[in-house]
């Protein structure tokens, strides 16, 4: 972004151009092949300055100074012609720098206005451009610039003409695709909408967005164009007037360096190749870096350990959440004070604090709270599937008397799924677009349960898909054949494949229609009876949690807002958060009753307010919750609530 | 249906492609200066009879193409000529039997000498991209695997620096190495040995095609690393990857049978997009090696100035590229389901 501020008002050094060196500076990368550029530009401006001889005249050479080994006159010896070869180099420098530039500049000139003309105008100039871009992309270009500055006369002009023409392709693919992805924004379409003309909105609208693309690009052009250069010189195709350092290389090479022994002629030109070469490598790598940042952070990065640091004080509330409603039915998962960090270059943000909770067999537990107040970060470190920066700090997982916490990953992988399953929030991706969806059910069956009877097997994909409502001859499909419902399924019965007790279903139903979600809700339900399944539904849907749930735990920045049965949550909230969710939500028992939302958003992690996160938005506080994290007080009948209000109230 | 129309296309689109070569090769080498066989014809020790009797043999004396005696210099001509009666058509009937003129350095027909060429070509081609495209993954694999960590970096450092490396002149170190360390010093096998057994004709050729192989695989291996890297990355982080670590699958398996073949997908595009670099970097290393190749004969042809060789190189160079492209687009389209039903 920083560049096309720059872009747009080179005169004025403001921020964008500051925030964009600064991001520069602190790519290695980026700094180390400018440095490397500028050297060489350096020493080809002031090649007359600083050559030690002229290599154009032959003053003072004697025979015997052919292919001198390196001496205190001759730094890095003589070549073929008992001429200095530092001197060759400097003035070499030029010549490639020269035919690279100018090159580069035709390729980029024709690319840049076939890609932006072909993007712009669609239809069937992009259909005429980009099929002629394609013919030339086949075509291969050496043999083809060889060819031409064969058949021509082989000087500089020449050269430096047919290695342009040729070589503009990729960057009329790389603007294009850039020019679509521009040309749809807001501010293109309303300059389009007062009548602006087509190259004006070029010029001021697509150009400068399109330039960073163009730069990177430019900078891999010019790099390729001096390997053409050099290359065509070392097969006899250079001008025999400019000694650029391909036509040095074919002179020693042609000219028994090899045999001689004379590596300095050898090796000298070609490093200054790849000196060049690798510095506009470096400098486009490190800036597309700049521009267009990746996180280069993956799920299959090791996770970090779990610490366990010593609760501290007031916000070490442990909690004792003894079964209410289902106390017939065996515990499952106990979760206890269980807090989750985010480590991101020594910033720590505390994403879950001291959340504890219980889970029964059969039970449904709604876990809800706005977006980023923690509830996908507590699911997955109950999997240990957190994201590399992200570490339990403290707390455990029990489940079947071991504490998921502590154990390695080998045998976390084998719990994961057979005891514990999920179901993805959006399973738009969530399924692998190239193998079929039978075949991605299947491979979690083998995997838990190895000796599974292999008949039985494809039956039992089949009775799972079915069991969701899918045909069995969907089976053999692939994800990018099913709707977005389908998709959804399938991750319900991938989820039930290995008869899981818990399964934790992260917005089952977000990006759905109506119709489809009641449906899926209405399946879950109907499994968690039939199979006795546990189920933690992470929601933002009220409406769904007071008609399918047990238990409602309410999380808001990171921490227990209120945890209680369903009933309790809906008829008695105790806490402010709790009581405006509700408000913000229909009631039909009450039509008369007025929607208020909740003005603000829920903090950012690394921004946590000293006191109770809610305060800023609290209706209802005053001055000791902006100064005091409340304590998670528990009430009568297992009611759990963050709040002094509570306290005061007692 | 829809794949056989996705095939059908393709294939449709590559005899275009050709096509459009043909004509590209005809006209260059008629527009252009050179004309090939008025080089030869220039030749003032011909007598004027031979001269006269190349002209025919050739077909320089009939029009270039209709409306066109000759291009350089510009000759407008007779538009109602017999359309098979111009030199346009007589190069296309040639190139049907598979004759593409005379070497003016060797006299021999130069399909003859291309066709065993292309041949050694095909040779060193395909063991340096196999081992590139091998080492290179491999590599890849492991960087994006250990991202951010001092491995990743190395490699990408590595990469990079392979990349940057001119392909002739790492040709040229490596033969200056080799040839002061017992390697054979260029061609292709020991001259005198054609009548040895096999075998040791066999370990001959080994000996020489290490170090162009070498140098081929060196260069490539590069690019194939990091696009390995990047493309893997990508994929690592998608969701599926996630949903399979949750499934339980381990670390090696998710690898195996989740993110390789999606990571391979770029794969086969850059080696697609990048065969002319793949010939390009075989013209420099037949030209360092004397490796006796289809590029060796564009760096002989070149500097014998011998058009016939040098047109039908192209020809021959060009056609096979756009071949083993659109074998490259096929196999994308059996590896990735999504691309005929788009």
């Known amino acids: 972004m920083a560049v096309q501020e720059l872009e747009l008002k080179p005169a004025v050094p403001s921020s964008p151009l500051l925030g964009f060196w600064n991001t520069f500076k602190k790519n290695r990368m980026a700094v180390v092949g400018l440095v490397m550029l500028v050297v060489i530009v350096f020493i080809a401006v002031f090649a007359d300055a600083l050559a030690p001889y002229d290599p154009k005249s032959y003053e003072g050479i004697q025979s015997g100074d052919v292919y001198n080994a390196p001496s205190a006159a001759h730094w890095f010896g003589t070549d073929d012609a008992g001429k200095d070869v530092l001197s060759s180099f400097m003035y070499g420098a030029r010549i490639s720098l020269i035919v690279g530039f100018f090159a580069a500049f035709i390729s980029i000139f024709i690319g840049g206005l076939f890609g932006i003309v072909a993007g712009f105008f669609g239809g069937r100039v992009e259909n005429f451009l980009m099929r002629f871009t394609d013919l030339m992309l086949v075509i291969p270009d050496l043999p083809l610039i060889v060819v031409i500055v064969a058949l021509t006369r082989p000087n500089l002009l020449n050269i430096i003409f047919v290695i342009g023409l040729l070589g503009w392709t990729t960057t009329a693919r790389i603007v294009r695709s850039q020019t679509l992805a521009v040309k749809s924004r807001k501010f293109v379409l309303r300059a389009r909408a007062i009548g602006a003309g087509n190259w004006h909105i070029i010029a001021n609208h697509i150009l400068p967005l399109v330039m960073p693309i163009l730069v990177v690009n430019a900078i891999l052009v010019i790099s390729l164009a001096i390997l053409s250069e050099s290359t065509l010189s070392f097969l006899g195709l250079g001008d025999p007037t400019a000694i650029s350092w391909g036509q040095m290389l074919n002179f020693a090479f042609g000219r028994g360096a090899m045999s001689a022994g004379a590596w300095w002629a050898l090796v000298v030109p070609g490093f200054g190749i790849v000196w060049v070469v690798l510095g506009l490598t470096l400098l486009g790598n490190g800036l597309e870096q700049v521009l267009n940042p990746r996180l280069e952070a993956h799920h299959l990065m090791p996770g970090r350990p779990t610490v366990q640091t010593e609760p501290v004080g007031d916000e070490s509330a442990s909690v004792e959440h003894k079964p209410t409603k289902r106390k017939e039915s065996p515990l499952l998962l106990d979760v206890r004070n269980l807090s989750v960090n985010y480590v991101n270059e020594g910033v720590v943000a505390k994403a879950v604090q001291n959340v504890s909770f219980q889970l029964h067999e059969g039970e449904l537990m709604g876990l809800v709270g706005e977006s980023g107040c923690g509830k996908t970060t507590l699911m997955m470190a109950l999997l240990r599937l957190l994201p590399a920066a992200g570490e339990i700090a403290n707390g455990h997982v029990y489940y079947g008397g071991r504490d998921l916490a502590m154990l390695t990953e080998e045998e976390m992988a084998d719990l994961r799924w057979k005891g514990i399953s999920i179901i993805f929030q959006g399973a738009m991706n969530a399924l692998n677009p190239v193998r079929t969806v039978g075949d991605q059910i299947r491979e979690a069956i083998s995997k838990h349960i190895p000796n599974y009877p292999p008949g039985t097997l494809e039956e039992r994909v089949v009775e799972l898909l079915e069991l969701v409502g899918i045909a069995a001859e969907h089976k053999d499909h692939f994800p990018h054949q099913y709707s977005g419902g389908m998709r959804q399924r399938v991750m319900i019965a991938m989820a039930l494949s290995c008869n899981p007790q818990i399964v934790i279903a992260d917005e089952p139903t977000t990006a759905l229609d109506v119709m489809i979600q009641a449906q899926i809700l209405e399946l879950l339900d109907n499994l968690r009876r039939k199979l006795g399944l546990a189920i933690i539904f992470v929601t933002h849907d009220l409406g769904v949690v007071a008609e399918m749930c047990d238990s409602v735990l309410v999380m808001y920045g990171g921490v227990t807002a209120e945890y209680a049965d369903v009933d309790t949550i809906y008829n008695a909230p105790l806490h402010p958060y709790t009581q405006e969710l509700l408000k913000a939500f229909p009631d039909l028992s009450k039509p008369e009753r007025k929607l208020t939302s909740i003005p603000g958003y829920p903090p950012k992690l690394n921004e946590l307010p000293p006191g109770c996160r809610f305060a800023p938005r609290c209706p209802q506080a005053f001055a000791r919750c902006s100064v005091e994290l409340p304590k998670l007080h528990e009430l009568a009948d297992a009611h759990f609530v963050s709040c002094h209000l509570v306290e005061n109230g007692k | ?342």
């Open chain 2, 1 to 342: 249906m829809s794949r056989y129309r996705f095939l059908l296309k393709k294939i449709a689109w590559s005899v275009f492609t050709i096509f459009f070569v043909l004509i590209l090769n005809f006209f260059l080498f008629r527009v252009l200066p050179g004309d090939p066989a008025r080089a030869g014809v220039k030749d003032p020790r011909m007598k004027k009879e031979a001269v006269e009797a190349i002209r025919v043999r050739f077909g320089l004396d009939k029009p270039v193409i209709n409306c066109f005696q000759s291009l350089n210099p510009i000759e407008l001509g007779d538009c109602a000529v017999n359309p098979f009666d111009t030199q346009f058509f007589i190069y296309l009937r040639n190139l049907t039997r598979g004759e593409f003129g005379i070497s003016f350095h060797t006299n021999r027909p130069v399909s003859d000498v291309l066709l065993e060429r292309l041949w050694n070509t095909i040779l060193l081609i395909g063991a340096g991209q196999i081992l590139s495209i091998i080492v290179g993954i491999a590599f890849g694999v492991f960087a994006a695997w250990k991202a951010r960590t001092t491995i990743d970096y190395s490699a990408l450092i590595t990469g990079l620096v392979a990349w940057s490396l001119p392909t002739f002149w790492l040709g040229i170190i490596l033969l200056f190495w080799g040839s002061n360390n017992g390697f054979p010093i260029g061609g292709k096998a020991t001259p005198g040995t054609s009548s040895y057994p096999f075998l040791y004709q066999a370990g001959d050729v080994f000996k020489h095609m290490l170090l162009p192989t070498l140098t081929y695989t060196i260069v490539f291996m590069g690019e194939y690393m990091l696009v390995m890297r990047s493309s893997l990355l990508d994929v690592l982080a998608e969701d599926y990857i996630l949903t399979a670590k949750a499934k339980g699958l381990s670390t090696f398996q998710i690898l195996k049978d989740h993110a390789l073949k999606n990571a391979m997908l770029p794969i086969v595009t850059i080696i697609a997009i990048n065969l002319g670099f793949t010939v390009a970097g075989a013209i420099q290393i037949e030209a360092v090696f004397s490796w006796p190749g289809l590029g060796g004969a564009i760096f002989e042809a070149v500097n014998r100035r011998d058009y016939p060789v040098l047109q039908g190189a192209f020809l021959l160079i060009a056609v096979s590229v756009i071949i083993a492209n659109l074998i490259a687009d096929l196999t994308y389209s059996y590896l990735d389901p999504r691309v005929h039903s788009e």
